[in-house]
């Protein structure tokens, strides 16, 4: 992927920042018997930005653009979405597995765009980025904290994310 190509798809960062900072919000300060509604507003979310990356990918194929690892985000995406939103019960006992397996797939994505970057600040901002983010996905899969005190951990780390990756998507919009 060249400099262009990451420039053209910074709203795919965008996209994910709002999706961890709402999500963050909402974790933080819904009381957790309303885990069940979040879960399905999240999905209904996730689906809603699949589709709209769907829109990218299309408009990086009609400009002749690489598009695989936006292609494969945006199905992810979506499917993630559809299983969060319309199976919320079953998902209610695999919720955090999904979020952590999103941000692992997000936090590598950062690194395959941080792999085409020629700035080496803007190289290292992503680095970090993606970095916490694996971090905080592989957290997830070892949840030593109560519920409550898990999801409050939860929301603060989305909230981090969701400013690096929107901060972050300002600054390539710019470029």
Known sequence: MNTNAGTINWWVLAFNGLIALLFGLM??????DTLKVIIMYFGIIMLIVGIAMLFGV???????????????????????????????????????????IWAIMLGIGQLVIMTGMQSKGDKRFLLYSA??????????????FSATIFVVLIGIMAIIIGVVLISFAIKLKNL
Request: no cysteine.
């Open 27 to 32: 974790a933080i300060f819904a009381p957790l």
């Open 131 to 144: 970095l916490f983010t694996l971090a905080f996905g592989i957290l997830l899969f070892f949840n030593p």
């Open 58 to 100: 299309y408009s990086s194929m009609k400009n002749k653009l690489n598009y695989g690892t936006d292609l494969i985000s945006a199905l992810i995406t979506i499917a993630l979405g559809v299983v969060l939103a319309f199976f919320t019960e079953k998902t209610l006992e695999i919720f955090v597995i999904v979020v952590g």
